[in-house]
């Protein structure tokens, strides 16, 4: 096999949801792909489900370990055997044309490019509840580090490669913030406007997930050297106040406010469309052996 395109999901007891990622891959219009799944420790039956693929196309691989998501993207990446490197969550949904839009944008450019998308936002039960926009202008420094909606990227396995995400454990839940302010200088970073995935927020929010983000980007603020002091000060106590912030309202059942401050409302049109295609997905059989 020459796929031209990699996916790479790393799974972490991703329960029912795991289902519908696997059925988003294989309800892609774009065809030439292979699809790595590597397992980080599931305890429940996802990697019964995905030994049970029966499509050439598809590698699992699991070694009984639990060592984290910024460790298994680099794993994933170095198992490719295609161009380009796609990622994508467990929990998540592709849209069915995000191969196709992506993997045209990619080609179009040099290997220092990194490319993602808008995004459907889900909740709990998949249903469409809003609309993430992205980010257009290309930030530097600190302000890089929400480039993207980290699960809809792609780039060169080239580029992978040579920016792995970092495996500092302070990392482990803000490796992509911490790679994006990394590599701006010398990446062109591009977000197709169109919603090429359902990003699963709604119902969902972790406040330990929240606070290992936060104390990485503490951490990143204070390795931007270049920062006159005024300006550390100023981001550093932004940083606490949100994290404060979040600790009140988890502590009050709220805090699926944050996540509906990040997303916009829907019209009919585009919520139709969301709809539309999600039902793609969800007849779309996997090839269960």
């Known amino acids: 096999m020459n796929p031209k395109v990699t996916i790479g999901i790393p799974f972490k007891d991703p329960g029912e949801y795991f289902s519908l990622a696997l059925k988003s891959i294989f309800a892609q219009t774009f065809t030439d792909w292979e699809l790595i799944l590597v397992d980080d420790g599931s305890t429940d039956n996802s990697l019964f489900l995905a030994k ?42 592709m849209h069915p044309e ?8 990619l080609i179009r450019h040099s290997i220092n490019t990194v490319v993602g998308s808008a995004a459907y936002s889900i909740d709990k039960d998949s249903k469409v509840t809003g609309f993430r926009q992205i980010v257009f202008k290309q930030k530097i420094g600190f302000s890089a580090r929400h480039s993207f909606i980290h699960p809809t990227v792609g780039a060169s396995v080239e580029w992978f490669r040579k920016n792995p995400y970092s495996e500092q454990f302070v990392f482990q839940r803000s490796h992509d913030a911490e790679l994006w302010c990394r590599t701006t ?29 936060s104390l990485g980007l503490l951490l990143l603020i204070h390795k931007q050297h270049s920062y006159p002091r005024h300006n550390y ?4 106590t932004r940083e606490l106040l949100k994290l404060w912030v979040a600790c009140i309202l988890h502590s009050f059942g709220l805090s699926d406010y944050l996540v509906s401050r990040r997303c916009s409302k829907l019209n009919t049109t585009r919520l139709h469309a969301g709809n539309q295609a999600l039902a793609i997905v969800r007849q779309q059989k996997l090839p269960i052996g």
Request: proline share 6%; hydrophobic share 35%.
């Open 98 to 105: 995000r191969l196709e839009k992506q993997y045209e944008e």
């Open 185 to 213: 200088s010398s990446t062109k970073f591009i977000n197709l406007p169109e919603p090429l995935l359902y990003y699963r927020e709604s119902g969902t929010f972790s406040f330990p997930n929240y606070l290992g983000t």
């Open 233 to 236: 000060l100023v981001l550093f």
């Open 52 to 93: 049970n693929l029966q499509d050439p196309r598809v590698r699992v691989y699991s070694d009984g370990e639990s060592r984290g998501l910024h460790i298994r993207l680099n794993q994933l990446v170095s198992l490719a055997k295609a161009p380009y490197f796609i990622r994508m969550d467990a929990d998540d949904i």
